[in-house]
């Protein structure tokens, strides 16, 4: 069954990676987990994107990291601050890590912007974790490059799963790949502590473990494509539906995985505090959940998502454009 999800990455790749670099996990969670406690020590750190994925945090300072946040920027996509990156680091830092295609901003990183990531952290001497739990669902106009292709630039380690682009949410089972060509992580002993942790968790359940060679081996593109096709669908009446209410705005596109960060103008909004308040009485009032944005260190942000079917999607929609009309300020 490891060989067979070694054969899935490498088909991205420009060099092989054998059953020796993967590890599985029970699902992406248990693949964040194991890398955080791998790295995690007092007196080191890592560099988390904000707005980012909690989980990614919560288990770095489990671990005893000092998380240290760079700025994804709205205004050009979603993208690293790189300068941001290069500020934050020292002697000290481990790791930065990444997600791609983004939870929760719905980007997708070029080849440029992964290959600029990966020189500074070649030039930092820190190594990239890579969140590619949603490789793969993309439909923009921007394809999906795994960061394992930098591999000879920078050691990379690679989280993923089977859960987001086989729509097996219940199946738990994920991966750590290590994508070092230069076998920089085997000879710093990385590889010798993940295995060692590894040996002492519980695993993915048997069956799962060998029904995932069928899984990758029989799954054919038009389920995958059927999917994106899904998504896109989902994504541009999500895009379009809040490009008509006035006190919420989209400054990306999205173009991966299955969220959307959106800015809220409270000012536009009588009895409304902040994104917390926002979503608290949309819920009370409209039965709609969004997630607000300070709990992911985005203060009067928001972040949607539209893996829903259209109907229910479209529903929803109407009903966050009801409750904006309701409090929407005089003034405005």
Request: glycine share 6%.
């Amino acid at each position: 069954m490891i060989w067979a999800v070694a054969e899935y990455l490498s088909r991205d790749l420009p060099y092989m990676i054998s059953h020796d670099d993967i590890f599985l996990t029970c699902g992406g969670s248990q693949a964040i987990e194991t890398v955080m406690s791998v790295f995690g020590q007092a007196g080191v750190n890592i560099l988390l994107p904000m707005p980012g994925y909690p989980k990614h945090e919560a288990h770095a300072v489990f671990h005893r990291m000092e998380v240290r946040h760079y700025d994804l920027l709205p205004e050009r996509g979603w993208e690293v601050d790189l300068e941001a990156v290069e500020a934050l680091a020292d002697g000290n830092t481990v790791a930065i890590l990444i997600t791609n295609p983004n939870n929760p901003c719905g980007s997708v990183y070029t080849y440029e912007h992964l290959a600029k990531i990966a020189d500074i952290a070649s030039k930092l001497g820190i190594l990239v974790i890579a969140d590619e739990v949603y490789g793969h669902l993309v439909y923009g106009t921007t394809p999906f490059v795994p960061m394992g292709v930098f591999g000879e630039t920078v050691p990379v380690i690679t989280l993923g799963a089977i859960s987001k682009r086989w729509a097996v949410p219940g199946w738990r089972l994920g991966w750590i790949a290590t994508c070092d060509p230069k076998g920089i992580l085997r000879k710093t002993k990385v590889v010798d502590s993940l295995r060692s942790f590894i040996s002492i968790i519980s695993g993915p359940a048997t069956f799962l473990q060998g029904a995932i060679p069928h899984i990758i081996k029989n799954t054919n593109d038009e389920f995958y494509n059927n999917i994106v096709k899904l998504l896109k669908e989902t994504a541009d009446i999500c895009y379009d539906a809040i490009n008509e209410i006035k006190c919420i705005t989209c400054p990306h596109k999205p173009e991966g995985s299955f969220f959307m960060m959106v800015k809220l103008d409270v000012s536009q909004l009588s009895d409304i505090r902040d994104d917390v308040d926002f979503c608290s009485k949309l819920a009370k009032e409209e039965s709609v959940i969004l997630l607000p944005g300070k709990s992911l260190g985005m203060m009067n942000w928001l972040r949607i998502t539209f893996a829903s079917e259209p109907p229910t999607l479209k529903q929803g929609l109407e009903r966050v454009k009801s409750f904006c009309r309701r409090h929407q300020s005089q003034a405005n």
